[in-house]
Every structure is written in structure tokens, then in C-alpha cells.
């Protein structure tokens, strides 16, 4: 039994408690870690009263940002009137977020089946595009990531992320932007795939941005032959990129789309969102308990509606472009800065491991470890991707102020310094 001696636990506290009741896959940022207590709109506080501002949003979560009043007012009040039933009675919030977000999405896709988990969300448009083409193989992109369940798992293409020890045999992997690996196997097995699975960005493969013409590609395949297209929207979606979703800088839409993460503001909640000619597959019996709860429905229309009101797009559009741009001027001063990418609030600068020449890295694993180590130290919360963990990561909340992002940037443009 650990007691604490102040008012909180304290990392120390939490990682012992962690270490000895935890299952170890679990794992946390930082050598010296805080223990975070409070956040407030773009900013998190620790347990000794330090701001940080939050460039990582719990990965891409709290886009409307923490501690949102309007939402958590939503939230409350459901929670004080209904908190739950299970989707076999009749509650208003469910109902009221599909038609919404039916609004919000492109296109044709506006039937929504919820979930509470981004896994739950991508596992079940699988199994709709399994029910609508009732074929086996699934297409998935090589540094992807779609979550932990079975499927899910086994479509992620990113190595430290597949822990199940037997694979799933009908998934076939082609790179982002591999058109011509595409068409060969759809040429060879087209006639047996249900699907292709893509994030629209690679978010945990390190903001990965799809060259132009690489959607159109798999839409014009999946087309051919009868196949479905399964956008991953779970980190790009909600505004995270400057439009609603990432597809919509594409010129082509998908056939299905997952959301989860900032769609309830920190409320657990997620969806596939279709058409109703792909929905009426979906006949028999299926439910989740928790999926589309009144207080989670109720969280995330507040989300929706704060998204519209404030105009989260268009900043992420605007801050986003403004911030690539400073951190391109980095890039020209920094040799050890590869390359600065990504859309509207989501930006990766990916590192040059070897360029680095002032620093012993000995107790770090790496300079990306160094690098938001520092961050952290300065008050800034950033984020790591990339297959080889080499990228520093910004997903702000979309509430943040440019000044707040200038001096994320200026430093940023400090601790590379040092390196
Ligand atoms: C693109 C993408 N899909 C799916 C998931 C899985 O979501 P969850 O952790 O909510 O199950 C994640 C999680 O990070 C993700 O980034």
C-alpha cells in the first residue's frame, strides 16, 4: 500500500503502483514523469502547479479542448437525468448524434452504428464490409494502425503494435502511396477482398501524408472490383486536419468511415458512419452496451456543435499552415530536422538520429526521448509517432492560440540547439 504525503500520489507513487498492478504493456512518456491533475482548454497542470501546453491532446482526443464547459455542462446534465439504458430502449441523445452527424459527413454517409473505442469502430466496419461483399481478405497500408482487438490488430501494419502471436492469415499489406503494389494485388485477388483499411494520415506511423492521386487509386480499385473503401478517421477526423474529415482533401470518398478519439471530447464514444445501401447488410441483431450512451451521445453532440460554432476547422486549417511553415524555418537551420509534414493540426517533424553531435544520449533511447524531454521541461507536451519513433508529434487541442503554438516553435527551435 503506497500513502500518499501531499495532496496527490506523485509519479513516483503512480509508477510503483503501476509496476506492481499493472499489466506491463502499459507504458508511460518521460525518464522524469509528471503526474498530470488538471487541464483546462489547451493547457494541462501537474501535481506541483507547472502549465504545460498540450500539443498532443491525448493523442488527438480533446480537440474541443480540456475541460470544455459547454460540452461538460452536456455531459452533467445527462448524467444527472439519465446516465444509461442499453440501445434495447428508446433514448433521445443516440438518435439526435446520428442525425447530426449525418449532417456532418460527406457525401452519402449517414448511418451510424456507435461504439465506445476507435478499435470497436474500425473491427466493425470490417465485419459490415465482410457482410456487405461476404468475402475473406482485407487490404491495410503498411504503417497503419487501427487498434487492439483481433482484427483490428492484425491490420495494423506498424511492427511493435502487431503482439498478436498468430496472425491472421487474409490480410494483405501495400505501402501508403504504392499504386502500382495496389493494382498487383488486386489483380491477383480482387475478386476476394472485402475491403481496404487506410488512415487517411498516418497518425501513430508518423504523420504520413498520402501522395496525390494514392485515394483515388484505391477508390477506383475497390470500385473495379467490388470492393470496400474503410477510411480510418479515428485521429484524422473532427476538424483535426482543417476539414471534417482528412478524405475531404482527396477528391474521393469512402464507402465507410471510423470515428472515435475527439468525437466525444473525452467522453468514450466512437462510430462507423455509411451509406444506407452498404447499411442494409447489417440486418441481424447487434448491440453494444456502452456504445452511444446517453452521456457519451450527449457529450458528443455538444462536441459536434462547439466544432461548428467555433469554427475548429478553419483554425486547424490556418494555425496548422502557419506552424508547418515556422517549423520549415527550423528545418533550414536544424540538419538534424529530416523533414516537417502533415495537414491543418497535425504535424510531424521527423528526426535525423544520426545528426546528432553536442549531446550524449546515454540516458535516453533516443534523441526524439531527448527532444520531449526537454519540451516537457519547458512546459510543452509533445508527441512521438513513426515507425522508428523518430517523430515529434503536434495535435494540439484546436482551441489553442497561435502565440501559445509560436512558442511551442521558438522552443522547439531551443532544444534542437542543444543536440
Ligand atoms: C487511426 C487509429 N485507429 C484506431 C485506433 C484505436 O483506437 P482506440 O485506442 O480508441 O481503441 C487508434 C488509436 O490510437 C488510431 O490512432
Redesign the pocket.
Known amino acids: 500500500m503506497i500513502t500518499t504525503t501531499g495532496e496527490h500520489l506523485g509519479p513516483r507513487g503512480i509508477v510503483a503502483l503501476k509496476g506492481e498492478y499493472m499489466i506491463p504493456c502499459v507504458y508511460h512518456f518521460y525518464r522524469d514523469p509528471p503526474q498530470i491533475v488538471r487541464g483546462q482548454g489547451a493547457h494541462l497542470f501537474d501535481h506541483q502547479g507547472r502549465r504545460y501546453l498540450d500539443c498532443y491532446s491525448g493523442?488527438t482526443v480533446m480537440n474541443a479542448g480540456h475541460c470544455n464547459a459547454k460540452i461538460n455542462a452536456a455531459a452533467i446534465e445527462q448524467i444527472n437525468t439519465l446516465q444509461h439504458t442499453c440501445t434495447i430502449y428508446l433514448t433521445e441523445p443516440i438518435v439526435r448524434l446520428a442525425e447530426r452527424l449525418a449532417a456532418a459527413m460527406p457525401g452519402g454517409l449517414r448511418r451510424s452504428f456507435f461504439a465506445c473505442?476507435?478499435?470497436?469502430a474500425?473491427e466493425g466496419a470490417l465485419l459490415l464490409a465482410r457482410l456487405h461483399t461476404r468475402r475473406p481478405l482485407v487490404v491495410a497500408l503498411r504503417d497503419g494502425?487501427?487498434?487492439?482487438t483481433r482484427w483490428?490488430m492484425n491490420a495494423t501494419g506498424i511492427e511493435m503494435w502487431r503482439t498478436d502471436p498468430l496472425p491472421d492469415p487474409d490480410i494483405r499489406f501495400v505501402a501508403m502511396g504504392d499504386v502500382g503494389g495496389l493494382r498487383e494485388l488486386f489483380a491477383a485477388e480482387g475478386e476476394r477482398i472485402a475491403a481496404v483499411i487506410a488512415?487517411p494520415i498516418h497518425?501513430?506511423g508518423g504523420v504520413v501524408v498520402p501522395p496525390p492521386g494514392f485515394f483515388a487509386a484505391v477508390r477506383a480499385e475497390c470500385d473495379a472490383a467490388g470492393a470496400l473503401w474503410i477510411a480510418?478517421e479515428?485521429?484524422t477526423g473532427m476538424n483535426r486536419t482543417g476539414k471534417f474529415l482528412a478524405v475531404e482533401h482527396e477528391g474521393v470518398l469512402p464507402d465507410i468511415v471510423?470515428l472515435?478519439?475527439a468525437l466525444g471530447n473525452g467522453f468514450p464514444i466512437?462510430a462507423f458512419v455509411t451509406s444506407d445501401a452498404i447499411a442494409a447488410g447489417y440486418t441481424r441483431p447487434g448491440a453494444s452496451t456502452l456504445g452511444g450512451n446517453p452521456v457519451s451521445a450527449a457529450a458528443a453532440l455538444a462536441t459536434l456543435e462547439y466544432h461548428e460554432r467555433n469554427g475548429l476547422g478553419a483554425r486547424a486549417a490556418e494555425f496548422g499552415g502557419t506552424l508547418r511553415d515556422r517549423l520549415g524555418e527550423l528545418q533550414a537551420r536544424h540538419e538534424i530536422i529530416r523533414d516537417v509534414r502533415g495537414r491543418g493540426l497535425m504535424i510531424g517533424v521527423e528526426l535525423n538520429p544520426e545528426k546528432v553531435e553536442k549531446v550524449d544520449l546515454v540516458h535516453f533511447s533516443s534523441a526524439a526521448d531527448f527532444v520531449l524531454e526537454r519540451m516537457k521541461d519547458a512546459g510543452f507536451l509533445i508527441g512521438k509517432t513513426g515507425v522508428g519513433r523518430n517523430v515529434l508529434t503536434f495535435m494540439p487541442p484546436l482551441v489553442v492560440e497561435w502565440s501559445e503554438l509560436a512558442d511551442a516553435a521558438d522552443a522547439l527551435d531551443r532544444v534542437l540547439s542543444e543536440l
Do not use: F, I, M
Open positions: 493523442v473505442t476507435g478499435s470497436e474500425t494502425l487501427h487498434g487492439r483490428a488512415e497518425g501513430n480510418d479515428v485521429q471510423c472515435a478519439k466512437s
